[in-house]
C-alpha cells in the first residue's frame, strides 16, 4: 500500500516555516542566509518562485516513496549548484584568482554581474537546501537527508577544492597529484548518490559503517565505501 505525498502547499508551508525558524536560530550560517534571503520582497518572491517550482517537482508525484527520491535529487543539484560560492568563500579567493574563476563560471559575464548573480543564486540555494532537508528528515523521515547526505555534501566539496585547484594552480604550477585524485573522488561521489538515490539497498551498508564508526570512536565522517558489485 503506498503512502499519499504531501500537497504543494504543504511544502511551501513547511519551508517557509523553516525559514523563519532560520531568522531565529543560533545557527550562525542558517540565520545570515535567511537573513539575507528576507532583506528585501524582491528577493524572497525571487527565492518563493523559484523553490515553489522544486516543491511542485516532488508534489506532482503523488506518492510519498517517489516524492522522497525526487526529493534527494532535488537536494543533490543543490549541494552542486552553491559549491562556487562555498569554495569562493571557504578559500577567502580574492583579486585576480576570483576574477579567472569567475571568468571561468560566467564566460559570457561580466565580473560585477558574476558577483551579484553567484551571492544571490547562493542565498536562494542554501534556503532551499535547508527546506529540502527539512522535509526530507521531519515529514519524510528518510534517512538519506542524515549522514549520507551530509557526508555527500563534504565529500563534494572536497573534489570541487581539487577540481578548481586543477583549474587554476597556485602559482601556475599544477600538481600531478591532485589531478591523479579526481577520478577517485568523483567515483567516491558517484558511489554516495547511488547510495542516496537506492535507500533500500544502501541503508544496511551505511548502518554497517556507522556501527564500524562508533567502534572505533570515529564520529566525524563516514569512511569511503568499495564500490558495489556490477550487475550482470
Keep these: ?11 511551501m508551508r513547511e519551508s517557509t516555516d523553516r525559514i523563519e525558524l532560520a531568522l531565529r536560530s543560533d545557527d550562525d550560517r542558517a540565520h545570515l542566509a535567511a537573513q539575507r534571503l528576507s532583506e528585501s ?28 527520491a525526487a526529493l534527494r535529487q532535488t537536494a543533490l543539484r543543490l549541494i552542486h549548484g ?10 577567502a579567493v580574492r583579486g585576480t584568482h576570483r576574477s579567472q574563476m569567475l571568468a ?46 551530509e557526508h555527500y ?8 577544492d581539487l577540481y578548481c585547484s586543477t583549474l587554476f594552480p597556485t602559482d601556475g604550477v599544477e600538481s600531478a597529484s591532485e589531478r591523479s585524485l ?27 559503517e556507522r556501527e564500524m564508526r562508533r567502534a572505533t570512536g570515529e564520529t566525524q565522517r563516514l569512511p569511503a565505501l568499495k564500490p558495489r558489485p ?3
Design 82 to 91: 552553491k559549491a562556487l560560492f562555498e569554495y569562493l568563500r571557504r578559500n
Design 153 to 160: 555534501e563534504n565529500l563534494y566539496a572536497e573534489y570541487f
Design 182 to 208: 579526481l577520478p577517485l573522488l568523483k567515483h567516491q561521489l558517484n558511489e554516495w548518490r547511488w547510495i542516496i538515490l537506492n535507500p533500500r539497498e544502501s541503508v544496511p551498508r551505511v548502518n554497517r
Design 104 to 149: 571561468h563560471f560566467y564566460p559570457t559575464r561580466g565580473y560585477q554581474y558574476s558577483v551579484i548573480a553567484e551571492h544571490s543564486g547562493f542565498v536562494r540555494k542554501t534556503c532551499s537546501f535547508m527546506c529540502a532537508t527539512h522535509v526530507g528528515t521531519g515529514l519524510v523521515h528518510d534517512p538519506a537527508f542524515l549522514d549520507p547526505m
Design 230 to 232: 556490477t550487475q550482470k
Design 1 to 11: 500500500m503506498h503512502r499519499s505525498g504531501i500537497s504543494h502547499s504543504r511544502l
Design 41 to 68: 520582497s524582491k528577493t524572497w518572491q525571487t527565492w518563493e518562485n523559484e523553490h515553489s517550482g522544486l516543491m511542485r517537482q516532488v508534489a506532482d508525484y503523488g506518492v510519498l516513496r517517489t516524492q522522497a
